[in-house]
């Protein structure tokens, strides 16, 4: 038997909030990947879902712990001290007209959503050779720290408040069209 690391701890409850959501018929998972890298020693947990009844949008939430972050639990001393958790990312995947007011309006959603102090990027692209007019943007919330364990009972809001902001995308690209 094995202790678990702050990593596995995270993601049994990520995972299971999500799970929990998705048998409730709040959203539908779509993606899973649990990814352990020998290379360089890291682990990476993601899960992809988007709400019922809402299939052009989508979220992805994403742990990720490497090297430092699991000596920092296996061999406390100074030069670790403060690195044991893990990184949590959100994206938000839509498609949307290409419009510079409407990143500047998802910008500033985002950013009421989830505070200025996370890091809020867009990135688009879009196919040349498409006669569609619209971009695929990627809009991912960065947490610019560490989560521990002693934050880890915020994960479950922070999972359900991701399903949310799903819905405020939503209602404002039905707002642009």
């Not at 998705?22 to 352990?36: Q, T």
Request: charge should be negative; charged fraction near 25%; aromatic fraction near 8%.
């Amino acid at each position: 038997m094995f202790d678990p690391t702050a990593f596995d701890n995270m993601k049994v409850i990520v995972e299971g909030s999500l799970y929990d959501m998705d048998i409730a018929g709040k959203i539908i998972i779509s993606g899973r990947r649990d990814i352990v890298d020998l290379a360089t020693l890291s682990r990476e947990f993601s899960i992809i879902f988007r709400q019922d009844g809402i299939p052009d949008i989508e979220a992805e939430v994403s742990l990720h712990a490497g090297l430092i972050n699991l000596a920092a639990e296996l061999l406390p001393g100074e030069s670790t001290k403060g690195k044991s958790g893990s990184e949590l990312m959100l994206q938000f995947r839509t498609n949307h007209p290409d419009d510079t007011d409407i990143y500047e309006d998802i910008q500033s959603l985002m950013e009421s959503l989830w505070g200025v102090e996370r890091t809020i990027v867009q990135k688009a692209c879009f196919d040349p050779f498409s006669s569609e007019d619209y971009i695929h943007n990627c809009i991912s919330v960065e947490f610019n720290r560490l989560i521990t364990e002693e934050q880890m009972e915020d994960l479950p809001e922070i999972i359900a408040y991701t399903s949310e902001t799903l819905g405020r995308l939503q209602t404002y690209m039905e707002s642009i069209e």
